[in-house]
């Protein structure tokens, strides 16, 4: 089974590219780390790669990227993914900092890469807006989110967390409750991101920032149920549900046995 240890980056499509990067560094609070005709990168102030962003016709999350052991061979991982029926290849420098990825598709049609080295981008200069720690996790809607679950579990190594009812997956890769969530619904598509904050009073500011702006707050504060983080949900300019969290669960040593995934809605 592969191991994934983070998620990395997410891409995604925009058909304006200029108010994508806009709101990813005025609003969140991002630095623009590498820019071409078509393509942006937007990395913390640490310089991690979080967005990738395209030009292209349509809204959509097209891509994410997941961290492996240093040590991990592709080749290793190539005929792992085989035994599950994915085929997948190798490629070289997708994106800034990460020389090499494996590349394959997940069972809604997401590409899915893997990384196992990746390095700082940008220069560590100041940045405006919210200033988001990471990206915290990426929660998609799936006709079916019991088989998304069982294929990130026996092929990624993702744990459940938390269900609400039937419908509503919460999936771990480390200490963090979370990375990735699976809703049920008709339409294939991301249903929000999140991005990290340092604390409740990070939070504020950012809630502040968003009535300077005239930034409506679509939900939020709010205490949420799986995972107890405190969250507020705005949207963007392409109108995807971006939220902001602090204070997630976490799970840092589940060998003890005192965390026990359950139905969160008992």
Known sequence: MIKVLRIGHATFETPDLGKAIDHYTQVIGLSLAGREDNRAFLATRTGQLVIELHQGPEVRCAKLSFEVAADSDFADLKKALQEHGVTSEER???VPGLPKVLSFKDPKGTNIELFREWSYIGNGQQVLGVGALKLGHVAFVTHDP??????????????????IG???????CNADHHAVNFI??????MHHIAFELRDF?????????????????????????????????????DDWVIE????????????????DPRPWHR
Not at 204 to 224: H, M, N, S, Y
């Open 146 to 163: 019991k088989a998304m679950a069982e294929f990130y579990g026996k092929v990624l190594g993702f744990r459940i967390s938390d269900w």
């Open 244 to 259: 902001l969290y602090a204070e997630l669960d976490q799970m840092k040593d589940e060998t003890l046995g005192y965390f």
């Open 166 to 172: 039937d419908f509503f997956v919460f999936m771990r």
């Open 92 to 94: 070289n420098d997708s």
């Open 184 to 189: 049920a619904g008709k339409n294939v598509k």
């Open 201 to 237: 009073s990070h939070l504020q500011t950012a809630c502040d920032l968003f009535g300077e702006r005239k930034i409506p707050i679509i939900w939020g504060p709010v205490r949420l149920g799986p995972g107890h983080n405190i969250a507020a949900f705005h949207r963007d300019h």
